[in-house]
């Protein structure tokens, strides 16, 4: 069976959910028919006319880029303009665009995992775990189907707790009824007398935007007519869905030596940074991409340095402890310099889950800044 644009779509998402990205940003399937067959995907980190070339010259029939092509709302779709223009152009062509963004930033094993592994580092987690996203859902269900529906939680991808799947929790107890007269009770009749039941009182954790599927695969092997579970906010941080990441250098090294490493993992060929030349590196939080947002946590979370960009003049001075001397180093390799790795990210995640795909990254270096340097 070839793959198609849905196919290939759906398994970015299990990765990184789309309604887990930024409230202002814009991704998943942009351009394209989700049920056509493709059998070649370009990868990029941004769409330019250069990518969309590549992807005619190939016959890929899918783009998937992390930068999405729509990103403020667009009122028409005309050739006249850049975006307009390359979005007609590949519906023209019969390429299929997809954007994989911010959901991807936040997810485990994401873009600033990835970086954190350029590095070499060791015990990467997430620098800011992403709070608000958790839920407990709890599923009251008689003893006879307890292990069907703790199957069905469990495939719907409910109980995921960092590396563990399918934990649950459950107790035993009596479950109590009186079905009324439209009922039509799995257990007694309609206007019965009151009824008591062995049930499992099973308790799951799970991502909030998972919640409506977790709750169809529940009643697909609940055999209640009405199911009573109670779903509940929960305070603490998910362990799959964060910003950043931070992790520590297998051997310290001073920030001087530490930058030329940095420039050279990166291929950036020019670093802005703060800090002392002389200070011990050990510690290391990075965020692809814009991550200035996270510096006060790097320095919260004990980094002795920060590698992000975008950043601005005035914040390169946050990372000063309050006598003026160099706490925390930032360093700012470039925005694609920090993301260009997310190419062979996708290519890695995508290929060995559709073998008759090809999938491969854009021959194209997409950044359109450029450096000037006096030699
Ligand atoms: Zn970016």
């Not at 998943?28 to 330019?48: E, F, I, K, Y």
Request: proline share 5%; hydrophobic share 40%; aromatic share 8%.
């Amino acid at each position: 069976m070839p793959a198609t644009v849905r196919d290939i779509a759906a398994a970015l998402e299990a990765w990184a959910p789309p309604a887990s990205k930024l409230d202002y940003d814009n991704v998943g399937l942009q351009v394209g028919h989700p049920n056509r067959a493709v059998s070649n995907v370009l990868v990029a980190l941004d769409l330019t006319p250069e990518v969309i070339d590549e992807a005619v010259e190939i016959g890929a029939g899918m783009i998937v880029t992390h930068h999405p092509l729509f990103f403020r709302p667009q009122r028409r779709i005309v050739g006249d303009d850049l975006i307009g223009g390359m979005a007609l152009r590949m519906a023209e062509q019969g390429i299929a665009y997809y954007a994989i963004h911010t959901n991807l930033d936040l997810a485990h094993g994401g873009v600033s995992f990835a970086l954190a592994e350029k590095f070499g580092l060791k015990d990467i987690r997430f620098l800011e775990p992403a709070e608000g996203t958790l839920i407990k859902l709890v599923v009251f269900v008689p003893e006879t189907h307890a292990e069907a529906v703790r199957n069905a939680l469990a495939a719907a991808g409910a109980g995921r707790i960092g590396d563990y799947e399918a934990c649950s929790f459950e107790t035993k107890g009596t479950g109590r009824f009186k079905p009324g007269a439209e009922a039509r009770p799995h257990i007694g009749e309609a206007a019965g007398g009151l009824e008591s039941v062995q049930e499992v009182r099973l308790e799951v954790a799970v991502m909030r935007w998972d919640l409506n599927r977790v709750l169809n695969s529940v009643r697909t092997a609940h055999p209640y007519e009405e199911i009573a579970y109670d779903v509940y906010p929960i305070e603490q941080p998910a362990s799959r869905v964060g910003s950043g990441a931070i992790g520590s250098l297998s051997d310290a090294m001073p920030l001087r030596e530490f930058l030329g490493m940095v420039s050279q993992r990166l291929d950036a060929e020019c670093l802005r940074y703060s800090g002392n030349p002389d200070q011990t590196i050990k510690a290391v939080a990075v965020c692809g991409g814009s991550g200035s947002s996270l510096i006060g946590r790097a320095i919260a979370s004990g980094a002795d340095a920060l590698i992000t960009a975008d950043v601005t003049y005035h914040r390169f001075f946050e990372g000063l402890d309050p006598e003026g001397s160099h706490g925390m180093a930032i360093i700012d390799p470039g925005h694609y310099e920090t993301e260009a790795h997310t190419e062979q990210l996708l290519v890695e995640y995508l290929a060995p889950r559709f073998e008759a795909v090809s999938f491969q990254r854009t021959r194209e270096r997409t950044s359109e800044m450029r450096t000037f340097v006096i030699t």
